[in-house]
């Protein structure tokens, strides 16, 4: 069994239909940060991240999929899906059983 926060076949196969390639476990990581920051904070907080952590955030911006990081941080549409999905697999049911739809296992929890 994978570990939480580590790659799956399912998390790749969901970025390369997004973005057209594999991530790295590095990515995965910030992707729940990036995520955190976006919904709470608005602003990476440099004290928080590594220099290679900065290097990917610097390459997100330039994919244009975030931007204004050190302020209130935007993120695309297109980016957000696929950090929802990432962290989703990774984080969320990484280790549940998938042989029942969520939507059978208990009432008033949407697929």
């Known amino acids: 069994m994978v570990g939480r926060g580590n790659l799956t ?3 790749q ?3 390369k239909e997004a973005i057209g390639r594999e991530i790295s476990v590095k990515e995965l990581r910030l992707m729940a940060y990036v995520q955190y920051v976006a919904m709470n904070e608005r602003a990476i907080d440099k ?3 590594n220099e290679e952590e900065e290097d990917i955030l610097i390459d997100w911006t330039s994919q244009g999929w975030i931007s204004h990081i050190d302020e209130k941080m935007e993120v695309s549409k297109k980016f957000w899906d696929l950090i929802s999905d990432c962290v989703y697999e990774a984080y969320v049911i990484f280790d549940l059983s998938l042989a029942v739809p ?3 296992k208990g009432e ?3 697929a």
């Open 9 to 11: 076949e399912k998390i």
């Open 13 to 15: 196969s969901i970025a």
């Open 47 to 49: 004290r928080k991240i």
């Open 102 to 104: 969520p939507s059978q």
């Open 108 to 110: 008033g929890i949407p």
